[in-house]
């Protein structure tokens, strides 16, 4: 019988351990990965392997066992999860379209039984902003796939990253710090849930260190099993690009006087970014996304869903965040590949 249908632990054949021990990921060096990847190895409950291209550059953390591997060689990303318990997919959006499911087809052969998908983003059950974003369609087919080769997903909805796209350029959240300018789409009011990059690794880290599957059937507690096939929410802030604004202000000891600022239309940006990733140009891709997020009427707001208590997920301090992303804008800058995504 399928353990994925047995419902509690007692049920399980001998020698079962209720845990998750055993964790791949695709993108352990990558903006998300790498913080779930730090988050997973501090709980000291789970062996972390990293599945890498064999010409990656990316430097991983002391601790992580490394699986090289070669996308069109799946026999060489099944051994890599051979006895894996979870696997997390992170990977660029310029991706090649193929590549998830060149992964979860290899994890169905190698018999993982739970993936979390490369989906962390906005909720999964806002299917218009979905399709107006054009993420939806993709991430729902990733799901599906996973289900329909028997195994179990868990995908997080966490809004979008507030340090990486504070740092990530006046296509995101409207800051170019080098010009010291700020975009206002419409008033700047509209609020959005957000999640820190770290809150997001806490959050993947606390998930996969819950017990798999309750005891018995009087057993209440919280358990990995009850995430499945579902998403777990979280968030860290909700603000508007003012409330970011008057964060970088405190932050970085300017006053209002010292930036440019403007204002823009958040269905006019839609629309062009729309028209640019029609043409071909992905540049355009981050300036509709962020720009439909920031819709008034129909913001990405989904801290009415957020499970952060329930998580035990800690409180954050919105300066501590932002100082966080002006660290990365450097970084950013220098990885020219992610930002013309």
């Given at each position: 019988?399928?353990?994925?249908?047995?419902?509690?632990?007692?049920?399980?054949?001998?020698?079962?351990?209720?845990?998750?021990?055993?964790?791949?990921?695709?993108?352990?060096?990558?903006?998300?990965?790498?913080?779930?990847?730090?988050?997973?190895?501090?709980?000291?409950?789970?062996?972390?392997?990293?599945?890498?291209?064999?010409?990656?550059s990316?430097?991983?953390?002391?601790?992580?066992?490394?699986?090289?591997?070669?996308?069109?060689?799946?026999?060489?990303?099944?051994a890599?999860?051979?006895?894996?318990?979870?696997?997390?997919?992170?990977?660029?959006?310029?991706?090649?379209r193929?590549?998830?499911?060149?992964?979860?087809?290899?994890?169905?052969?190698?018999?993982?039984?739970?993936?979390?998908?490369?989906?962390?983003?906005?909720?999964?059950?806002?299917?218009?902003?979905?399709?107006d974003t054009?993420?939806?369609?993709?991430?729902?087919?990733?799901?599906?796939?996973?289900?329909?080769?028997?195994?179990?997903?868990i995908?997080?909805c966490c809004?979008?990253?507030?340090?990486?796209?504070?740092?990530?350029?006046?296509?995101?959240?409207?800051?170019?710090?080098?010009?010291?300018?700020?975009?206002?789409?419409?008033?700047?009011?509209?609020?959005?849930?957000?999640?820190?990059?770290?809150?997001?690794?806490?959050?993947?880290?606390?998930?996969?260190?819950?017990?798999?599957?309750?005891d018995?059937?009087?057993?209440?507690?919280?358990?990995?099993?009850?995430?499945?096939?579902?998403?777990?929410?979280?968030?860290?802030?909700?603000?508007?690009?003012?409330?970011?604004?008057?964060s970088?202000?405190?932050?970085?000891?300017?006053s209002?006087?010292?930036?440019?600022?403007?204002?823009?239309?958040?269905?006019?940006?839609?629309?062009?970014?729309?028209?640019?990733?029609?043409?071909?140009?992905?540049?355009g891709?981050?300036?509709?996304?962020?720009?439909?997020?920031?819709?008034?009427?129909e913001?990405?707001?989904?801290?009415?869903?957020?499970?952060?208590?329930?998580l035990?997920?800690p409180?954050?301090?919105?300066d501590?965040?932002?100082?966080a992303g002006?660290?990365?804008?450097?970084?950013?800058?220098?990885?020219?590949?992610?930002?013309?995504?």
């Amino acid at each position: 019988m399928n353990r994925n249908m047995l419902r509690y632990a007692r049920g399980q054949p001998a020698g079962f351990k209720n845990v998750i021990e055993r964790v791949a990921i695709v993108g352990a060096g990558g903006t998300i990965g790498s913080h779930i990847t730090a988050a997973l190895l501090q709980t000291g409950k789970h062996s972390v392997k990293a599945l890498t291209r064999k010409d990656s550059s990316n430097k991983l953390p002391d601790g992580v066992q490394v699986a090289s591997i070669d996308y069109n060689d799946q026999a060489s990303i099944v051994a890599a999860l051979k006895g894996q318990q979870f696997f997390i997919i992170s990977m660029a959006p310029t991706a090649p379209r193929d590549t998830h499911s060149k992964l979860v087809q290899a994890a169905a052969k190698a018999g993982v039984p739970y993936v979390m998908p490369n989906s962390y983003a906005g909720d999964i059950d806002s299917n218009k902003l979905g399709v107006d974003t054009l993420l939806g369609p993709v991430a729902k087919a990733n799901r599906d796939e996973i289900e329909m080769l028997g195994m179990q997903w868990i995908s997080v909805c966490c809004g979008f990253w507030y340090d990486y796209s504070l740092a990530g350029g006046e296509s995101r959240f409207g800051f170019d710090f080098d010009k010291r300018s700020l975009t206002l789409y419409d008033d700047g009011n509209t609020k959005n849930s957000t999640s820190t990059l770290s809150q997001v690794g806490r959050a993947v880290a606390k998930l996969l260190s819950l017990k798999e599957f309750p005891d018995g059937e009087n057993d209440k507690s919280l358990t990995l099993s009850g995430f499945f096939n579902k998403a777990v929410y979280l968030k860290s802030f909700v603000v508007s690009q003012n409330d970011m604004f008057e964060s970088v202000k405190r932050v970085t000891g300017t006053s209002e006087a010292d930036w440019t600022i403007t204002h823009e239309s958040t269905m006019k940006r839609y629309e062009e970014g729309l028209a640019q990733v029609k043409a071909g140009n992905m540049a355009g891709f981050s300036k509709l996304l962020y720009a439909r997020s920031f819709y008034p009427d129909e913001p990405a707001d989904l801290s009415a869903k957020a499970q952060n208590e329930l998580l035990e997920l800690p409180n954050e301090s919105l300066d501590e965040a932002t100082k966080a992303g002006l660290d990365l804008v450097k970084v950013l800058q220098q990885r020219a590949e992610r930002m013309a995504a």
